[in-house]
């Protein structure tokens, strides 16, 4: 960021965010007086969307929200799309079909994977969840061709469901004995049950308030209130602890201050929210009951009242200071003088503080290049710990080396289509040095290579250029825009192709409301995208819904006018359904189809759990009904090896062994990279075939190593006990058998 750059905010004429020029043609001449849109209600309820999705889901891995969330999402989605559409007009293009096309196609891959994974029915259940963004997705290209003047309502319902989330966050700390007393964590981490999560709801809400505050139009209380939100997001991320979120924040207001030209009202926002933040977190952090694990109830209680207190006068002092502002750059516009003086400082405060680290790292014992190393063996330590106290905030190691490098070594042993989707936290075991319990390898990119191999990730890079392309339309971030595509077929073409300023004539592109709004949904976009390249939170739906929305509608956007487009509801055109092209009908119906086949897919595997569960507590009553149930269970998902599991185990309870047997070993054959499958049969030969439950139950250790870990044995795992007692006890039935056998020893 240059100080061109800083300093190329101008005063606007009247209320809009900088003059436009006059519209030419049809536009200008008898144009009829433009209804602004309704935005209230499309702010609530995309706001309670995402609340409902955030608490309901949580972080992603109970299958019975999971599925709700999923099930809801999809039918929702596919109503939107079959609106829309039914009553699009004519007239308007569809952009970002491509990137539509391409995601399904991502999807299609993870349900395809099903046929080689290591863990078929969580790839099954991953294209579950795949369908349900897909339809989230594609649901915001379709609003945004039908309502584009109502993108205010995304990005102010998003704002709005961050403060809920992170509000609610906070008062687990103020309130814990109602919110949450069975904590014994310091760090934030509800309502997702994860740090991480809440964290990146922080940070692009942060984004969604510097638009709000920086924004030259809509109602002033509105905009003063980006003042106490953005103080909410910066305290709630700094208490999660969060170092991934804080990297994706900074990157993405370092990107927001280069392409939106609102710089010194947005600076304003963050400033005034960084300093307030700062004497919040800065008590919490000394606080020993809040900043420290396992600490007592009741000196947790009386410490949150502190931290209400705090949080109580920061939001009212910055409300106030919001509204402050407002008045004064209304009475007055700062002089260009003013200014570039702004402009000035605000360069220095970066640039003074990258000296200021440099300097310490240079004194340091370490020395400069001594520091930049020892960081650096840090960061791809597999050993690494750290621990959940404030000081993880200036740690430089993480344990995710250990995850990549897990991923890397799956990645290596099934390169071309990896171990099917989901399958890293099977395949991984194999590979696994500590007693981790991992699902993900926090990153998307090497969850990708493990999972889906190289061919997921090009299809996944082939989504993101195509994306790219569609979002680039409606934002232009750096004013130029590829033109000239016909020149590469046809010779004959006028103009050559190559990246061009975007305003006719060369002249500056217009900065209106809608253009700095997608440019805002565009760095959203952009701070998920890289907290998601160093953690698992593509999996967590509260996040992920806000970043697809705001990715969805600027893919369907499409290139704004050089006059920005009318507040109205010029993309619907109701009408009677004999007077729609057939063409229209075949679509919205196949849709409709995909739809609920598709809901009905992701409600398979809750159905089969929720019978196996039913036949377990049907088994002392009604055996014969329990085992009905079960085999309705497998009937319903047939790739669920927990399902056959469940199964065998009633049948062991009936009596029928060999049955029973047969079951276990289908569960095998179903999943023989699966150490479980193989556990659950050696621990039902150990009785009756201990030379056969011998290799059954060391296939099952091989596969997981550390499920005999003698530190689990040490401290007690009873788990980990039995499978050792239990390969003991194999291994010493089986010896006089093999002592007796011809050639035995």
């Not at 969604?208 to 991320?237: N, S």
């Not at 050696?682 to 009785?687: A, I, K, P």
């Not at 030379?691 to 005999?708: D, H, K, M, Q």
């Not at 003698?710 to 010896?735: H, K, S, V």
Request: proline share 6%; net charge positive.
């Amino acid at each position: 960021m240059s100080a061109i750059a800083i300093t190329a905010e101008r005063p606007p004429a009247g209320d809009a965010e900088v003059s436009a020029p006059p519209a030419r043609g049809p536009i200008a001449q008898n144009s009829p007086p433009v209804r602004q849109p309704t935005l209230w209600w499309p702010t609530l309820l995309t706001a309670a969307m995402l609340c409902l999705i955030a608490f309901i889901a949580g972080g992603g891995l109970n299958l019975s929200s999971m599925t709700k969330v999923e099930m809801a999402l999809t039918i929702a989605s596919g109503a939107v799309i079959v609106a829309a559409t039914l009553l699009a007009a004519d007239a308007r293009r569809t952009y970002g079909l491509w990137s539509v096309g391409l995601l399904l196609a991502f999807t299609a891959l993870t349900a395809l994977s099903t046929v080689w994974s290591v863990a078929p029915d969580d790839s099954f259940r991953d294209a579950g969840r795949m369908l349900a963004y897909s339809g989230v997705f594609a649901a915001a290209v379709a609003l945004a061709r039908v309502a584009p003047a109502r993108w205010p309502a995304l990005l102010g319902g998003l704002t709005l469901a961050a403060v809920v989330v992170c509000g609610y966050a906070l008062l687990t700390k103020v309130l814990p004995s109602q919110l949450d007393a069975t904590d014994v964590y310091a760090r934030l981490r509800a309502p997702y049950s994860y740090w991480n999560a809440i964290g990146v709801t922080a940070a692009m809400g942060a984004i969604g308030c510097m638009w709000l505050g920086a924004r030259r139009t809509g109602h002033a209380l509105l905009t003063a209130l980006a003042y106490p939100a953005m103080g909410l997001m910066l305290v709630t991320l700094l208490l999660a602890y969060s170092r991934g979120a804080l990297l994706a924040l900074a990157l993405g207001l370092v990107l927001w201050f280069c392409v939106v030209p609102l710089r010194l009202r947005g600076a304003a926002v963050l400033i005034a929210g960084g300093a307030a933040a700062a004497v919040v977190v800065a008590w919490d952090f000394s606080t020993h009951a809040l900043s420290a694990e396992g600490v007592a109830l009741g000196d947790r209680v009386s410490a949150g009242r502190q931290l209400g207190v705090l949080l109580a006068a920061m939001l009212i002092t910055l409300t106030l200071v919001g509204v402050a502002a407002g008045f004064w750059t209304a009475r007055r516009a700062p002089s260009a003088r003013t200014r570039r003086r702004a402009g000035a400082v605000l360069l220095m405060i970066p640039a003074i503080a990258v000296i200021a680290l440099l300097g310490g790292l240079a004194l340091s014992h370490r020395g400069l290049t001594g520091s930049i190393s020892h960081s650096l063996n840090s960061i791809t330590n597999t050993n690494a710990k750290v621990p959940n106290t404030p000081g993880r905030l200036t740690a430089v190691s993480s344990v995710r080396a250990q995850y990549w490098k897990q991923a890397l070594d799956v990645f290596e042993a099934d390169p071309i289509l990896g171990v099917g989707a989901e399958g890293y936290a099977t395949a991984r075991l194999r590979y696994s040095t500590q007693t981790l319990n991992v699902r993900h390898a926090h990153g998307f990119i090497v969850q990708t290579l493990a999972d889906l191999g190289l061919f997921g990730t090009v299809l996944a890079l082939l989504l993101l250029a195509a994306w790219m392309a569609a979002a680039g339309r409606a934002t232009h971030p750096f004013n130029r825009r590829w033109s000239g595509w016909r020149a590469l077929l046809d010779r004959r073409a006028a103009g050559r192709p190559g990246w061009r300023s975007w305003a006719p004539g060369g002249r500056p592109a217009p900065y209106g409301p809608e253009r700095v709004g997608m440019l805002s949904m565009l760095v959203l976009v952009v701070v998920f995208g890289v907290h998601s390249l160093i953690d698992w939170t593509w999996y967590v739906p509260g996040d992920a819904c806000v970043a697809l929305l705001c990715a969805g509608w600027l893919a369907g956007r499409g290139p704004l006018d050089t006059v920005e487009s009318p507040h109205s509801s010029e993309g619907l055109r109701p009408r009677s359904l004999a007077r729609l092209p057939p063409v229209r009908l075949l679509v919205a119906g196949a849709v409709l189809v995909g739809t609920l086949l598709a809901a009905w897919t992701q409600w398979q595997p809750l159905r089969a759990e929720d019978a196996s569960q039913s036949a377990l507590v049907r088994l002392a009553d009604d055996p014969s009904q329990a085992r009905a149930e079960a085999q309705g269970a497998v009937n319903d998902d047939p790739l669920s090896s927990r399902a056959l599991i469940y199964l065998a185990r009633i049948e062991q309870a009936n009596g029928q062994s060999g049955l029973a047997r047969s079951t276990f070993q289908r569960a095998v054959r179903l999943q023989p990279s699966n150490p479980e499958t193989w556990l659950a049969l050696g621990e039902f030969d150990v009785t009756t075939a201990p030379s056969a439950a011998a290799e059954e139950l060391g296939a099952a250790i091989y596969l997981n190593p550390e499920s005999i870990a003698p530190e689990l044995i040490a401290g007690g795992n009873e788990e980990a006990i039995t499978i050792q007692n239990d390969y003991i006890e194999a291994l010493r039935a089986r010896a006089p058998l093999e002592a007796g056998t011809p050639g035995g020893g």
